[in-house]
């Protein structure tokens, strides 16, 4: 069956994970996206993780579903294979820093002077303007210039950067989001655009309400740990064999808790009765609700949450994620790809999209 973007080419002059995340996307999707790598090895990520196998899962996984092309630009030779490439497709992303496509050649001013109707995507660590265009985005530069890491971790500790590559990755979801867009104005205006993404205006947005608390009391909210702000008990609490996470959001699911835990005297303490109570006076309850938590496991705790209709979910290991029933409940949610170096294979997560085919 023909995916959503069947008939749409894309051109990749992407590397590591920003660009190529976005282009995954649209060829999960149905595009069809030629990766353009250059010769000497390609794209860096390729050797990412590559030792001891003879090759890089996490490349395969980031670049499935691609064809990919080894090309010159800077040859002769090589720009007029890609000008003819280019004459040939609706989208071309690109992730070098600012500057570096209109030095070889194809800027989007160039570009589009040539073939009006494509889609240019650039994704940069700071943008291609402003004071710090000119620096490298790579993801841990920017989850702490662009405020996560301050706001991640212990409250008493380092800040932390997130466990996987958010900069990378929210980056190449809003390019990807962005792309679609620029698209379905192109098919209704005849004309294409230049979509400019920021890695550190990306994450910045992440900071949603915290950025809201900022502006509204002028103070920056401080690390937590798992804790939140203005919701408690709302965190992770560890059970006698693991931990998993409560969200007890509402004065309606703090007494379903109470009921559950077989703690009624806890729902009308005028402590804890009202969620501004709660928070208020959250160094008390913290304590209590963990004294309670402790004295069952993890996969019992579960089960029972659900029929209270009390939010809740374990803290799973990656390992447990991958092996997971819902996981395998869905199918096609993990696919095997096949590897460049033989007959090897690796599986990947992969978003379905089911819906749109």
């Known amino acids: 069956m023909a995916g959503a973007l069947d008939g749409i080419k894309v051109l990749d002059i992407t590397n590591y994970i920003a660009g190529p995340f976005a282009t995954m996307l649209l060829a999960d999707l149905g595009a069809d996206v030629y990766k353009i790598e250059t010769p000497g090895g390609g794209d860096p990520f390729r050797t990412w993780d590559k030792e001891p196998k003879e090759y890089s899962p996490s490349f395969c996984g980031m670049n499935r579903n691609k064809k990919s092309i080894t090309l010159d630009m800077k040859?002769?030779?090589?720009?007029?294979?890609?000008?003819r490439l280019?004459?040939?497709?609706d989208v071309l992303v690109e992730n070098f820093r600012p500057g570096a496509m209109d030095r070889l050649g194809f800027?989007?001013?160039?570009?589009?002077?040539?073939?009006?109707?494509?889609?240019?995507?650039?994704i940069s660590g700071f943008g291609n303007t402003g004071l710090m265009k000119d620096r490298a985005g790579y993801d841990v530069i920017v989850q702490g210039e662009a405020g996560i890491q301050d706001i991640t971790g212990p409250a008493d500790g380092a800040p932390y950067k997130v466990g996987t590559s958010i900069a990378d990755l929210v980056s190449g979801l809003n390019g990807s989001q962005a792309i679609l867009a620029?698209?379905?104005?192109?098919?209704?205006t005849g004309r294409g655009q230049h979509v400019s993404v920021s890695m550190y205006e990306a994450v910045a947005a992440l900071l949603s309400f915290n950025a809201s608390i900022y502006f509204a009391t002028g103070e920056s909210p401080k690390r937590r740990g798992n804790a939140h702000a203005t919701i408690v008990p709302y965190e992770t609490f560890e059970a006698s064999d693991g931990w998993i996470s409560l969200?007890?959001?509402n004065d309606e699911l703090?007494?379903?808790?109470?009921?559950?835990?077989?703690r009624p005297e806890l729902t009308d303490d005028p402590r804890f009765a009202r969620a501004a109570?709660?928070?208020r006076n959250r160094d008390i309850l913290v304590p209590i609700v963990k004294?309670?938590?402790?004295?069952?496991?993890?996969?019992?705790?579960?089960?029972l949450m659900d029929a209270a209709g009390i939010p809740s979910g374990a803290i799973r290991t990656v390992g447990e994620v991958c092996e997971s029933a819902l996981l395998k409940s869905r199918e096609g949610d993990v696919v095997t790809v096949a590897t460049p170096s033989g007959p090897e294979e690796v599986e990947v997560i992969e978003i379905r999209y089911e819906e749109l085919r």
């Open 86 to 89: 280019i004459d040939n497709s």
């Open 277 to 279: 109570d709660r928070v």
């Open 75 to 83: 040859s002769e030779r090589g720009r007029e294979v890609l000008w």
């Open 247 to 249: 969200g007890v959001a």
């Open 182 to 188: 620029a698209l379905y104005a192109a098919k209704a």
């Open 254 to 262: 703090w007494k379903r808790f109470c009921k559950l835990v077989e």
């Open 291 to 303: 004294d309670i938590i402790r004295q069952r496991k993890r996969d019992d705790w579960l089960p």
């Open 107 to 122: 800027g989007y001013a160039a570009v589009s002077k040539r073939r009006p109707t494509l889609v240019y995507c650039s």
